[in-house]
């Protein structure tokens, strides 16, 4: 079964960084765009970026533009989301999905990971 596993989470205080990596396996990986969303307590999920197969869409939502950066490494069957100078409104579970194009609604995705836990606080 398709499966994706998440990692990087943690506690970090307000302006610190953290680097989320989605980790593809038994998945045809290359021709996956992959998703990140997170959901907050009490909040429904909502997208945070994207990149597609190839990587030449990308997208963020605007409040982590400037700050946040999607990668891939299709060798490693990894998509990266490196998170710089994290707000403590950037808390939540994030969790990475598939799907076959770049979409901003959890519905469209196929597969999903676990989710992992950020926490920016002081």
């Known amino acids: 079964q398709e499966q994706l596993v998440e990692s990087g989470g943690g506690l970090v205080q307000p302006g610190g960084s953290l680097r989320l990596s989605c980790a593809a396996s038994?998945?045809?990986?290359?021709?996956?765009?992959i998703g990140w969303f997170r959901q907050a307590p009490g909040k429904e999920r909502e997208a945070v970026s994207c990149?597609?197969?190839?990587?030449?869409?990308?997208y963020y939502i605007e409040s982590v533009e400037g700050r946040f950066t999607v990668s891939r490494d299709n060798a490693k069957n990894t998509v990266y989301l490196q998170m710089n100078s994290l707000k403590p409104e950037d808390t939540a579970d994030y969790y990475c999905?598939?799907?076959?194009?770049?979409?901003?609604?959890?519905?469209?995705?196929?597969?999903w990971g676990q989710g992992t836990q950020v926490t920016v606080s002081s």
């Open positions: 038994k998945l045809y990986f290359d021709y996956y765009a």
């Open positions: 990149i597609s197969s190839s990587d030449n869409i990308v």
């Open positions: 999905a598939a799907h076959f194009a770049c979409s901003r609604y959890p519905g469209d995705f196929s597969f």
